[in-house]
Each structure stands twice: as structure tokens, then as C-alpha cells.
Nanobody
Framework: QVQLVESGGGLVQPGGSLRLSCTAS??????MEWYRQAPGKQREFVAL???????NYGDSVRGRFTVSSDNGQNRVYLQMNGLKPEDTAVYYC?????WGQGTQVTVSS
């Protein structure tokens, strides 16, 4: 049973930065993904990183967000720069059938 725990969310002004972390425990993991869900909207793909370091991003965040990992994918990061109000959402870490509890990111002046 894999557990995923996100941290690092908070309130930030437009144009600011945040770094989210996801720590995996309870087993080895593979491709790790970040998703987000804003109120009243469907969950949206944000980014992924494979065990070989290949990354991919959703169109709305490409060029602003960077996903990285260490400790054999047991910790994954999402560096978010140039944040916009439309980035406000709960951000989730995902692997296979497992989801974290989410961390709230609010971008507002």
C-alpha cells in the first residue's frame, strides 16, 4: 500500500512562486504525476516524471512549472513560477491507483 503525502501549498500573489513536495512511502513507485482540481472543475493533468527523468506538462503550465524527483522517485517536487489566479486549485500527487490528500494553492492579491 503506497501512501502519498503532499506539502508546500499556500497563498501566494500573482507572479509568485511555490514549491510543492510529494513524499511516497510503503512501496516503490514509477511514473509520478501531479494533478489539480479547481472548485467546480474537473481534475486536470499538470505534470509527470518518469523513473528515467522524462517529463511532460499540461498546456496551461508548460514553461512555468517544473517537475523533478529524488530518492528514486520517492520524493517528487513541483516548482511553480509565474503563478496566476487561474492556478488556484487543490494539487494532488498521483501514482497508479494511489492519490495523496492534496494541498491547496491559492493565487490572489
Amino acid at each position: 500500500q503506497v501512501q502519498l503525502v503532499e506539502s508546500g501549498g499556500g497563498l501566494v500573489q500573482p507572479g509568485g512562486s511555490l514549491r510543492l513536495s510529494c513524499t511516497a512511502s510503503g512501496g516503490s513507485v514509477g511514473v509520478m504525476e501531479w494533478y489539480r482540481q479547481a472548485p467546480g472543475k474537473q481534475r486536470e493533468f499538470v505534470a509527470l516524471i518518469t523513473t528515467t527523468g522524462t517529463t511532460n506538462y499540461g498546456d496551461s503550465v508548460r514553461g512555468r512549472f517544473t517537475v523533478s524527483s529524488d530518492n528514486g522517485q520517492n520524493r517528487v517536487y513541483l516548482q511553480m513560477n509565474g503563478l496566476k489566479p487561474e492556478d488556484t486549485a487543490v494539487y494532488y500527487c498521483h501514482y497508479g491507483v494511489y492519490w495523496g490528500q492534496g494541498t491547496q494553492v491559492t493565487v490572489s492579491s
